[in-house]
Nanobody, 113 residues
Framework: QVQLVESGGGSVQPGGSLRLSCAAS????????MAWYRQAPGKQRELVAL???????NYADSVKGRFTISRDNAKNTVYLQMNSLKLEDTAVYYC???????WGQGTQVTVSS
């Protein structure tokens, strides 16, 4: 079992930045994939970014060049640095781990002018 707790969400104007954190209750060293998903109102949950325990990353086309995912295995924490935020980035952001599969409770990110 692992608990994932997200933090860092909030409200920001377009063009602003936020940094999300996902703190795990135990070591994430052996967890192959850590990722961030998001779900906007009325839409399906979608993958935003993932990072393997080897450091390989993958991003949704919509966030490439603006978001950066990183993991600190020593701190059992995964981060999502979000820059140049757009209105369409508004969503609840969820932390994800696999295997085994675990989800965090989510943190709200609202981009509005």
């Amino acid at each position: 079992q692992v608990q994932l707790v997200e933090s860092g969400g909030g409200s920001v104007q377009p063009g602003g930045s936020l940094r999300l954190s996902c703190a795990a209750s135990r070591s994430i060293f052996s967890i192959y994939v850590m990722a961030w998903y998001r779900q906007a109102p009325g839409k399906q949950r979608e993958l935003v970014a993932l990072i393997t325990n080897g450091g390989s990353t993958n991003y949704a086309d919509s966030v490439k060049g603006r978001f950066t995912i990183s993991r600190d295995n020593a701190k059992n924490t995964v981060y999502l640095q979000m820059n140049s935020l757009k209105l369409e980035d508004t969503a609840v952001y969820y932390c994800y781990a696999d295997p085994p599969t675990f989800w965090g409770q989510g943190t709200q990110v609202t981009v509005s002018s």
